[in-house]
């Protein structure tokens, strides 16, 4: 029969001493990643390498520190990087539904807007002493003197060709009227009509000759008119080119070498020659009502604004973005509208960049799985990645919803690292059913939740708290404090050869404690400061785990820490409610008569079993074939259950334990309900490790504790589960003085031996066990079975039809 654990291997306790201080105040702050050395090899790689495809994928559970970390080491690593370009829309004077964009470099995005909006304002100003300077007026003046002295003399001309003939000429709003003249007194139409017909057809006959001349005339005069305007038009633009070309110019010096800028203040200063009116202040006169405030906006010198999208002039190396809520429209930006008389319109001034845009040039992490829980951005985004262009688009326009035509803004180039930061779950879920991804996170990171228990992790332990008091202006810990962390983290790693990662979950045990240091008005945080924030902690949590520990000690759930029972185990299992994992016992019990089924999971029978669970209960049939049925077959009917259970059970952990009912049921050996069991087996009854194991052993203890303290009480755990032990100081303390006891057991041979205080027995040379043994019993049991049950042929007949 094996032996129980000694008290010291129930914990691995931490010196003070090993920490090497006296308080964290004395401490180096933390610098670098502590324990993801995996993870931080895979981010250098990822980083470093710039051919297509290779962003990256962190993979790990939430609490690790993981976008804390890859934020740092990102920040750190764009320090040394170049800034990227300013980037801007403008307006495209030759389509104005497709907004230009414009690089420059850093700074002069802004730069460039005000210079604009400067030019502007300069420009209307030029324009306006221009236009109202003497010498314009002159200028204008001589030309339309010059010109209209033309049309007056082929007026007279014309004038005076039409007298010889007998006409005069009246100038009216409808045109020139070709009047008869007798004895120099006009003609009226009553006066005309009223001549004789001879005359009447004489005056049309010389008047159909003159019209001919007089057509030729207006033709001319209409040229001279078209003459006088193309002149004006023509000085206009001359004096404007003079009023803005040096403006013009000395843009195109300040900015030479950028051959989009000098197209684009070419297509300005055009669009300014054809709207001449508009930087005169002749504009046409907006109506007055019903809407007066809304006219009395200027729209239409704003399509010579710049939309400054990405301003990096405050940068002091590549752009670090973190994009928490991944929509279309925060990562790929959006294109604004405006209401104007009951309309929505919209013009390159309303497009706003999106997280693609501040991170180009650069760096940007993105939470997978907020990501995907976000409609077309996930799509989007591989076809960014794909196009290497961050293309600003209407998802309604796309999906057919919108009918009103929208601007389509050109594409903006991207060179970005993509980082996404996930579950393993998800990464293995993407790299399985998306074809595209392994192409686009050729990188993955690993972050792992443990690392090794050694004198360094735990320096760094102290130093990572010593980052976080300083930072966060928490009360600083005492090395026995340190100590205690250091112990919870072997905890929370469920292993004493490891420390948790979980740094968030750590941090928030240091928080607490410095606030209970501060109730007491200690200078430091102590390890009674730790002790307490874990207790407080559970405290505030487990209401549940109390109300079914009182439910046990009123027998409402029933549950035997005392005296002896055949067929019937006391089993461990954990309940997890998200902050808290706890461990309950439960009523294991079988009924074994003849037939032929074999083990029947009653909780599989009531679709209340899970897979594992079902697999764990199928390999007790092959231990029971591997260890008896050399000789004969196995003739019996077991059903095994969990009593009083109501909810799905899964898992293998029970294996053992529901093994253990059968052998006591077979051989008549009774059980000590004194004793609670957890571990799976498999068929060759070698007992495996299973998890949780400190929630087990404190569960029972608990029980125990609340129904009648014997003594005599204890747990069967897995020997490989003995690594994993971190139990509460108070179980220590129990199993120091002897009431409480804990067995590591390799075998079932070796459990059911501390269950029934009687000897397994092992097999003879002849294939039969020691006589009166657990097996001997066993083995006779079955054998009788097989006889018994052939008194029954037609049963037999029956189940081989």
Known sequence: MPSELSFERLRLECDPASVRCETTEDMTPLTGIVGQKRAVRALKFGLEIKDRGF?????????????????????????????PHDWCYVNNFHDPYQPKGLKLPSGKGKEFREDMKNFVENARRATLRAFES????????????????????????????????GFFLQSTPMGLFVIPIIKDKPLSEQ????????????????????????????????????????????????????????????????????????????????????????????????????????????????????????DNSSLNGAPVIIELNPTHQNLFGRIEKEARFGALTTDFTMIKSGSLHKANGGYLVIPIEDLLQNPFSYDSLKRSIKNEQIAIEEIGERMGFVAVKSLKPEPIPLKVKIVLIGSPILYQ????????????????????TTMDRTEENMQSYASFICTLCQKEGLKHLESSAVAKIVEHGSRLAEDQKKLSTRFAEIANIIREASFYASQEGSRYVTANHVKKTIEEKIYRSNLIQEKIRDMIERNILLISTT????????????????????????????????????????QRE????????????????????????????????????????????????????????????????????????????????EVQAIGGVNEKIEGFFEVCKAKVFTGQQGVIIPESNVQNLMLKEEIIEAVKGGSFHIYPVRTIDQGIEILTGAKAGSRRMDGTF???????????????????????????????K
């Open 429 to 448: 879920y993407l790299y399985s059913l998306d074809m595209e991804f392994n192409e686009l996170f050729k990188v993955k990171a690993d972050f792992d």
């Open 770 to 800: 020691e006589k009166g043994s657990i097996n001997d019993r066993v083995d006779m049991s079955l054998k009788n079975m097989v006889d018994r049950l052939k008194e029954f042929p037609e049963f037999l007949v029956g189940k081989g």
């Open 134 to 165: 003497e010498d314009y007026a002159k200028k204008r003046e001589e030309t339309i003197k010059s010109i209209k002295e033309e049309g007056s003399r082929l007026m007279i001309e014309l004038n005076v060709k039409a007298q010889r003939e």
């Open 55 to 83: 962003n990256i994928y962190v993979s790990g559970f939430p609490g690790t520190g993981r976008t804390t970390v890859v934020k740092d080491f990102l920040e750190e690593k764009a320090k040394g990087e170049p800034i």
């Open 563 to 602: 005296g002896e029972a055949v067929g019937q185990v006391n089993s461990l299992s954990v309940i997890s409610l998200g902050d808290l994992t706890f461990g309950v016992p439960s009523r294991v019990t079988v009924s074994i008569g003849l037939g032929r089924e074999g083990i029947v999971d009653i």
């Open 191 to 310: 006066e005309f009509m009223a001549l004789s017909p001879q005359l009447r057809e004489e005056i049309q006959k010389r008047r159909e000759g003159l019209d001919a001349e007089l057509r030729n005339a207006m033709r001319q005069h209409r040229e001279i008119d078209k003459k006088l305007n193309e002149e004006i038009q023509k000085l206009d633009r001359e004096v404007i080119l003079y009023a803005i070309g040096q403006l013009v110019a000395d843009l195109k010096t300040k900015y030479k070498g950028f051959l989009e800028i000098a197209t684009y203040l070419e297509d300005i200063q055009d669009d300014i020659l054809k709207n001449i009116a508009l930087f005169r202040g002749e504009q046409e006169a907006r109506p007055s009502a019903p809407f007066p405030l809304q006219w009395a906006e200027e729209p239409s010198f704003r399509k010579y604004e710049v939309n400054l999208i990405v």
């Open 606 to 685: 009531a679709q209340l079993g899970g897979r594992i669970h079902t697999k764990g209960v199928m390999i007790l049939g092959g231990y029971l074939a591997e260890k008896y049925a050399h000789d004969k077959p196995l003739t019996l009917s077991a059903r095994l259950v969990f009593e009083q259970s109501y909810d799905i059970v899964e898992g293998d952990s029970a294996s053992s334990t529901e093994l253990y009912a059968i052998l006591s049921s077979l051989s008549g050996f009774p059980i000590k309900q004194s004793i609670a069991v957890t571990g799976s087996v498999n068929q060759k009854g």
